[in-house]
T-cell receptor
Framework: GQQLNQSPQSMFIQEGEDVSMNCTSSSIFNTWLWYKQDPGEGPVLLIALYKAGELTSNGRLTAQFGTTRKDSFLNISASIPSDVGIYFCAGQNSGGSNYKLTFGKGTLLTVNP | NAGVTQTPKFRVLKTGQSMTLLCAQDMNHEYMYWYRQDPGMGLRLIHYSVGEGTTAKGEVPDGYNVSRLKKQNFLLGLESAAPSQTSVYFC???????????????FGPGTRLTVL
């Protein structure tokens, strides 16, 4: 089946630093989604990307749909303590079951005040 | 709107016991999903439904059954619980019209299940 490799697995940064994480796929996706999960909560959708090369922002977060359609990137600028959590990427392609997502294993972000 | 809700929030079972997890959504979504989340494994799809009265198997369906008798509810059943089913279970839903909106899944807060 499809696999998503998400990196890094974890990050420990100082408040105010910028953060970058990415996902790569073994196959082409035509949708990329980025979620954040706070401790003890369910994932919350941050950004959705639908077109190769698309760059979308949500506050301090910016995500890009890679031009090869096999990767996506998430950047967080000027990190703050509430950015702590697990960030998941998810991809989907329209072949066959177009309502199922494939999830990465997550990037655990820790922000030191 | 409450969004996606799940009951119960926590549960402890003994091996062999049965239980049902309830998911409800008030967004009139067509599609609903059950995932399990284990450390280092990410989110894995158990079963899903593309409409009332329909269900299908996901990536890890063994040991679980589901039912979607009403559009707003999706039930996950464990007939004979095993320790390997200790996990956090998440329900999600998404809207169907148009390929764009169907991909944006909204998650509930989760049910933490321990099987002893």
């Amino acid at each position: 089946g499809q696999q998503l490799n998400q990196s890094p697995q974890s990050m420990f940064i100082q408040e105010g630093e910028d953060v970058s994480m990415n996902c790569t796929s073994s196959s082409i996706f035509n949708t990329w989604l980025w979620y954040k999960q706070d401790p003890g909560e369910g994932p919350v959708l941050l950004i959705a990307l639908y077109k190769a090369g698309e760059l979308t922002s949500n506050g301090r977060l910016t995500a890009q749909f890679g031009t090869t359609r096999k990767d996506s990137f998430l950047n967080i600028s000027a990190s703050i303590p509430s950015d702590v959590g697990i960030y998941f990427c998810a991809g989907q392609n329209s072949g066959g079951s177009n309502y199922k997502l494939t999830f990465g294993k997550g990037t655990l972000l820790t922000v030191n005040p | 709107n409450a969004g996606v809700t799940q009951t119960p929030k926590f549960r402890v079972l003994k091996t062999g016991q049965s239980m049902t997890l309830l998911c409800a959504q008030d967004m009139n979504h067509e599609y609903m999903y059950w995932y399990r989340q284990d450390p280092g494994m990410g989110l894995r799809l158990i079963h899903y439904s593309v409409g009332e009265g329909t269900t299908a198997k996901g990536e890890v369906p063994d040991g679980y059954n589901v039912s979607r008798l009403k559009k707003q509810n999706f039930l996950l059943g464990l007939e004979s619980a095993a320790p390997s089913q200790t996990s956090v279970y998440f329900c999600a839903s998404s809207y169907s019209p148009g390929p764009r909106a169907a991909n944006e899944q909204f998650f509930g807060p989760g049910t933490r299940l321990t099987v002893l």
